[in-house]
């Protein structure tokens, strides 16, 4: 049986009530492909208003979860928060929680982190460590009955340095050694270049990077899970480059930005039935 196609939305930081609502609208309304399996993620703000009012077929995503059930981490929210407000899936390891908010490979244990609050409350300083928690928070949320978008990807700088692959597979990497149920995760490629600039890896970039993840996934975590696991591209997709894209061997859909704001999202959606 073939991997089913998947397009998610990733609203990121933007939306209002009434925005959102016709989105949902727009989306209840239009004649998305069947065969196709779709995710938005709203901010946290609106996502029991996108439960509410989106058709049953459409799921749910929080941009972001943490990797601890409670407790005192002002701002933050559980995996046992999401499955109890309805919301099945979570995005962990966006390149701009990475980048901006410093989130990587790392993963901190609960001692650390109190060692690292105390530290801050006796010094009002921190050491410069990055002490996030992608791996961990993946892990988390599968053990909480999530599923996961993990995103993955280079920088400009790693490209031209020949190191898209050493990169990609040591973030892949760092979530393998927290768990071996890859079932619930999707992955989603995402070169960080390609992030809202308008440019996009070509067709055959896009597919070299997919292949090598799934080579990857074959040699490191099982045949079942390469043959299995969808990898989305993301990165400026837009309906005018999806359908070429769609077309590739070892892409199973994409993660959109800025189009899932608008009505052209329906046209990705709907990229391989076009």
Not at 194 to 205: D, F, P, W
């Amino acid at each position: 049986m073939g991997r089913q196609f998947f397009v998610g939305g990733n609203f990121k930081m933007n939306g209002t009530i009434k925005s959102i609502t016709d989105i949902i609208h727009l989306l209840n309304e239009a004649k998305l492909d069947e065969k196709t399996e779709v995710v938005i993620a709203p901010p946290s703000l609106y996502l029991l208003l996108a439960r509410e009012h989106l058709s049953a077929g459409i799921e749910v995503a929080a941009q972001n979860v943490f990797d601890k059930p409670n407790g005192a981490f002002t701002g933050e929210i559980s995996a046992e928060q999401l499955k109890d407000s309805g919301i099945g899936w979570a995005l962990a390891g966006h390149s701009e929680r990475r980048v901006i908010l410093g989130e990587d490979n790392a993963v901190s244990d609960d001692n650390d982190l109190t060692r690292r609050y105390i530290q801050f409350c006796i010094t009002g300083k921190l050491k410069k460590k990055k002490q996030q928690f992608v791996a961990s928070k993946t892990k988390a949320a599968i053990d909480s009955g999530l599923s996961v978008i993990l995103c993955v990807g280079e920088t400009l700088e790693q490209r031209e340095a020949n190191k898209t692959i050493d990169v990609v597979t040591a973030q892949l990497k760092a979530v393998s050694e927290r768990t071996k149920d890859w079932s619930k995760i999707v992955i989603a490629y995402e070169p960080v270049w390609a992030i809202g600039t308008g440019k996009v890896a070509s067709t055959e970039q896009a597919q070299e990077v997919h292949a090598a993840i799934r080579k990857w996934l074959s040699s490191t975590v099982s045949q079942e899970a390469s043959d299995a696991t969808r990898i989305l591209y993301g990165g400026s997709v837009s309906e005018k480059n999806c359908k070429e894209l769609a077309k590739q061997s070892d892409i199973d859909g994409f993660l959109v930005g800025g189009a899932s704001l608008k009505p052209a999202f329906i046209d990705i959606i709907n990229a391989q039935s076009a």
